[in-house]
């Protein structure tokens, strides 16, 4: 994961996420597709702890796209997208791609309430999809897993916070100062329940 700190996905300071929280830290997992050998490195290890069986995967829009796309195509399976927002236009889908009657493994980039990939599951249930799992690159440790695991979900993810922030603190890539930062804000996050 130092790799990820050394082309400037992992980027400190105040920074607000969609789920509305404030965090000491930022993943731009969007920075990863801009260094390709890097991101066939990180779906490989990712689609190789996946041990459920599935014939499509999902991105949750927008993030969650690319991802599902280098998924698809070293599985050589198909591939869709859910959107936030169902389209006022054409056919007016909010998925993209063909999911219904396959198992389904919906992605995101980073996983942190939990509730857009569950979300995503639920409109794709809608439609006859069989969501057997999630996963995500970067697991934020503040609820998607208990989230997706209350709704029947596995999340599988490549890494943890703690333990991506753990490496970089022991190679000397991160500050005490930081890191302890980001391990309080962590634990405070699971100890107060984001949901």
Request: glycine share 8%; with cysteine.
């Amino acid at each position: 994961m130092k790799e990820f700190y050394r082309v400037g996905i992992i980027k400190f300071g105040k920074f607000r996420l969609s789920s509305g929280m404030e965090s000491p830290y930022y993943i731009d997992l969007r920075r990863l597709y801009s260094f390709p050998d890097l991101a066939f490195k990180v779906i490989n290890e990712l689609v190789a702890i996946i041990d459920t069986p599935y014939d499509a995967v999902v991105g949750v829009a927008t993030a969650g796209i690319p991802l599902a796309a280098y998924i698809a195509f070293t599985k050589k399976i198909p591939m869709g997208y859910v959107r936030v927002e169902r389209k006022c236009h054409g056919l007016k889908s909010k998925v993209e791609g063909i999911a219904e009657g396959r198992k389904v493994l919906v992605v995101d980039d980073v996983a942190t309430t939990g509730q857009s990939l569950l979300l995503s599951a639920k409109t794709l249930k809608s439609l006859g999809a069989e969501v057997v799992a999630a996963a995500a690159i970067v697991d934020r440790e503040q609820g998607a897993e208990g989230t997706l695991a209350s709704a029947g979900i596995k999340l599988y993810s490549l890494i943890r916070v703690t333990e991506m922030f753990k490496v970089l603190l022991e190679e000397g890539l991160i500050s005490k100062e930081i890191y302890d930062e980001v391990i309080k804000y962590t634990k405070k996050s699971k100890y107060e329940g984001f949901k």
